[in-house]
């Protein structure tokens, strides 16, 4: 049997973050199966439909299986599907990934036979066995129906056979892999020339935080990415995986995985890659002391504000850490439990307080535009966040701003289909999916206006957010000393902007950004709709988690979900 793997490319530019989904579908895959398997790094090389048929054909597989970790790629993934079974019709194709929470959609709409939910075993190895007895013919379609994590057509209607038993392991990415079907040098590049770190700050800021910040053995070595964990303590509102709970792994299994890393690949940087660095206090103390004792510099990709403290930042500092992730989302507490975030504006302040305190690098990442927020909780949240500015002038200081996006299989989805910003037929929510493709979320173009402004009015939060911020680091370091030290465009714009009043920078922004954004047209038509069409007051009220909101006004089951319906909720 001979199985093509494709992955589905998340945007235009390939990230460095390696395929891992990939290589563990390859390696958990039954050996009794027999099979012969290739992946071909489609993200990386973006390349044509044509090319990707030209490599189908030249290896002739049975089966194609399409790794769609981000639902946004909907659109991409239904032109593909559509494109490979027109010119090359005798493949099954298998698509695993989170896109399989609109399994209903995929298999209906597209040329995907069977969705994999969930981990890709066992029900992939079982699935591939099933076909090949069958000579990869797919009817009669009840042989898969006692498969569990399937959904595929079985009389007309898409059918979902359950949820499968995970295996609950926290498996490590395999870089022979990686090396074998891609270009591996890409996945590990050095610590100080690579983009890891660079790619969130301003570059020109980011050469002396490495030379101070980084044991100078390890600047020039190689990033590797290690989990320790996988799944998430929390259920954010706007957050949606396959895996139930949170799994840390053993400890001495991700220090020997470490020390592989280091003596096969020069590996000088560790990147916790995974959700929920930290959250198995002990587990993670075990790994810390070990990646000290290595003297190597290492990154907690993702950690919750709620598991840490002073003390174990100090302690991570010195145990060569050197960054720290936080989704910090928002500092009003009310958007937080709109969220259920199960964090406090407090712990998310005392985090990057601590984070800066130690020296460590972070990026502040703001959520703008959850249902409940107004311009009230937007100013909140920039005066919760200028009480957390780095202390050290020289430690880059910089934040990331989007629109809230609503994801399959979240309350934030269904929230927006019970409220009618996403339509409530199957082919109004194939539109939304479709359009979600390569959407920038700090972009306003695809928000699903959940405020009680127009969209022309509140573009200007994101810009208004980073200058504020900005605006208070100047206050705090001093303006000269601001721009002598740190390099990016925004201190001077922000000198400008500070120089005015607060209310008349605020307008002039919140008008000039409507006025480039939509241009005169846009800008009319908003201040008609002003004056004659008032948005009637739907979401400022929202105080509480969307989930619970949902749970008391649930949504009518459509026909065509009747069986697949289970899948919105998330696990
Ligand atoms: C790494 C990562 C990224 C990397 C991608 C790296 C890469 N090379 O693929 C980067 C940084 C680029 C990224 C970006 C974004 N990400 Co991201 N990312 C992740 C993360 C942390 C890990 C993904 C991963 O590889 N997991 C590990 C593997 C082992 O698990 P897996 O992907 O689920 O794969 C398993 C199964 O799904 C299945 N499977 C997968 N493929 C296949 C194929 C076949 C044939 C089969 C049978 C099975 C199968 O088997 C695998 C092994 O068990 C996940 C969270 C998570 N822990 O999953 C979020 C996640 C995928 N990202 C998410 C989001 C929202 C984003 C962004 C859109 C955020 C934003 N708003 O900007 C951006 C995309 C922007 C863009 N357009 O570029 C969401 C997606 C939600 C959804 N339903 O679509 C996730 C799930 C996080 C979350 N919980 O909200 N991300
Ligand atoms: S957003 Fe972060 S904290 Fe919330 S559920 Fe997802 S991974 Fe966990």
């Not at 299994?253 to 020069?266: G, P």
């Not at 990646?291 to 500092?317: F, Y």
């Not at 105080?543 to 998330?570: C, E, F, M, Q, Y």
Request: aromatic share 12%.
């Amino acid at each position: 049997m001979k199985l093509l793997l494709l992955n589905i490319p998340l945007g235009p530019y390939a990230t460095t973050d390696a395929p891992v989904a990939i290589t563990r579908v390859i390696e958990n895959l039954d050996p009794a199966l027999d099979c012969e398997t290739s992946f071909y790094d489609v993200y990386l090389e973006t390349p044509t439909l044509e090319q990707i048929l030209a490599r189908v054909k030249a290896f002739e597989p049975d089966v194609i299986g399409l790794s769609a970790i981000l639902s946004h790629n909907y659109g991409y993934v239904k032109k593909l599907s559509l494109y490979l079974k027109e010119n090359y019709p005798r493949a099954v194709q298998v698509l695993g990934g989170e896109m399989a929470s609109v399994g209903n959609i995929v298999v209906r709409r597209t040329a995907v036979d069977f969705c994999v939910t969930g981990e890709s075993e066992p029900t992939f190895s079982a699935l591939l066995g099933r076909l090949k007895e069958s000579d990869f013919h797919l009817e009669p379609r009840a042989r898969f129906k006692d498969i569990p994590g399937l959904i595929f057509m079985l009389d007309g209607e898409s059918h979902f056979t359950g949820y499968a038993t995970e295996k609950r392991e926290v498996l490590q990415i395999n870089y022979d892999l990686v090396a074998r079907f891609s270009n591996i040098n890409h996945y590990l590049e050095p610590a100080f020339s690579g983009q890891r770190l660079r790619r969130s700050y301003n570059k020109t800021e980011m050469d002396d935080f490495f030379v101070e910040h980084f044991r100078p053995e390890n600047l020039h070595k190689l990033i590797g990415q290690v989990s320790a964990s996988i799944g998430c303590v929390a259920k954010c509102t706007f957050c949606h995986r396959f895996y139930k709970g949170y799994t840390a792994a053993d400890p001495k299994s991700v220090n020997d995985y470490i020390d592989m890393l280091v003596e096969k690949y020069d590996v000088g940087t560790i990147f916790f890659w995974e959700e929920n660095w930290g959250s198995d206090k002990k587990a993670t103390r075990q790994i810390v002391e070990h990646l000290k004792a290595r003297r190597l510099n290492w990154i907690a990709g993702a950690t919750r504000v709620s598991t840490i403290d002073d003390e174990t930042i100090r302690e991570w500092k010195e145990a060569g850490c050197v960054q720290i992730g936080f989704g910090i989302e928002t500092g009003s507490q009310k958007i937080l439990d709109t969220m259920e975030k199960k964090t406090t504006v407090r712990q998310n302040v005392e985090a990057l307080r601590s984070c800066y305190r130690h020296r460590l690098l972070t990026c502040v990442l703001v959520l703008l535009g959850m249902p409940g927020e107004t311009e009230e909780t937007v100013d909140e949240t920039i005066r919760n966040l200028s009480t957390a500015l780095p202390e050290d002038i020289r430690l880059p200081y910089d934040m990331a701003i989007n629109f809230f996006q609503a994801i399959p299989g979240t309350p934030g989805y269904e929230y927006a289909r019970a409220v009618g910003l996403i339509g409530s037929s199957l082919d109004e929510e194939e539109r939304y999916l479709e359009g979600l493709y390569d959407v920038d979320a700090s972009s306003i173009k695809h928000y699903l206006n959940f405020t009680d402004y127009e969209r022309e009015e509140i573009v200007y939060w994101r810009h208004y957010v980073l200058l504020e911020l900005t605006a208070a680091y100047m206050r705090k370091h001093g303006v000269l000393n601001c721009l002598r030290h740190r390099k990016a465009r925004r201190y001077k714009y922000a000198l400008v902007y500070m120089s005015l009043p607060r209310p008349v920078r605020r307008f002039l922004l919140k008008y000039g950004e409507a006025l480039w954004y939509f241009g005169l047209g846009g800008f009319s038509s908003l201040l008609y709709r002003k004056v004659f069409r008032a948005r009637p007051k739907r979401f400022s009220g929202v105080d509480r988690s969307l989930r619970a909101l949902l749970r008391a006004a649930p949504l009518p089951i459509r026909d065509d979900d009747r069986n697949t319906a289970v899948l919105r909720a998330g696990r």
